[in-house]
């Protein structure tokens, strides 16, 4: 009884992590068109950076500076041409 208890949590609990983050990923536009995706890169990559070197701080871990992404997504996505 416990043994199916146990798996049908890990099961749930699996799916719901899985469910959060594919809403996530569509309410932040990822799924949707190239320009929004491309819109979405440029928020984050402009939010991230202070929230890692907050947390850096805090922990006292130092982290090199991440790679500048300077492309555009619609222009490099496969067409099927």
Do not use: H
Request: hydrophobic share 45%; proline share 6%; charged share 15%.
């Amino acid at each position: 009884m416990a043994p199916a208890v146990l798996r049908l949590l890990r099961v749930s609990t699996k799916l719901l992590v899985a469910g959060g983050a594919l809403y996530m990923a569509y309410d932040y536009g990822l799924l949707g068109s190239g320009a929004q995706g491309q819109e979405v890169l440029k928020k984050s990559s402009a939010a991230l950076p202070p929230v890692v070197q907050e947390w850096a701080e805090y922990c006292g871990v130092q982290i090199p500076s991440a790679p500048k992404l300077d492309f555009s997504v619609s222009e490099s996505w496969n067409w099927g041409e």
